[in-house]
């Protein structure tokens, strides 16, 4: 049975910085793909960052480059976001999600397992 399970969202002030955590089991060999994505309330949900499991290219929306870092623990099947200089704008539920394969990899519908969500809100 696959599990995606998000860690790490909470409350922060505008510039602070949270790390979020996926941990996975139970995925398929053949996925390749892995990403982050939010979902902020009225709004179709969005993708922030991801990465070729076996590869070492990332990608981010316009929006969070230069403040966001993904990346991989592959010895505790961990994926991880490091989110700094946080802003309002930022705040929504933060999703994990694994692919087979995406050519798009911040397209949501390229995706097969989702997590089911941690919230980040960023206000004064």
């Known amino acids: 049975q696959v599990q995606l399970v998000e860690s790490g969202g909470g409350s922060v002030q505008p510039g602070g910085s949270l790390r979020l955590s996926c941990a996975a089991s139970?995925?398929?060999?053949?996925?390749?793909?892995m990403g982050w994505f939010r979902q902020a309330p009225g709004k179709e949900r969005e993708g922030v960052a991801g990465?070729?499991?076996?590869?070492?290219?990332?990608y981010y929306t316009d929006s969070v480059k230069g403040r966001f870092t993904i990346s991989q623990d592959n010895a505790k099947n961990t994926l991880n976001l490091q989110m700094d200089t946080l802003k309002p704008e930022d705040t929504a539920v933060y999703y994990c999600?694994?692919?087979?394969?995406?050519?798009?990899?911040?397209?949501?519908?390229?995706?097969?397992?989702w997590g089911q969500g941690t919230q980040v809100t960023v206000s004064s």
């Open positions: 999600a694994a692919a087979f394969w995406a050519r798009n990899l911040l397209q949501p519908g390229e995706y097969n397992y």
């Open positions: 990465l070729y499991t076996r590869g070492s290219s990332t």
């Open positions: 139970g995925l398929p060999a053949s996925v390749s793909v």
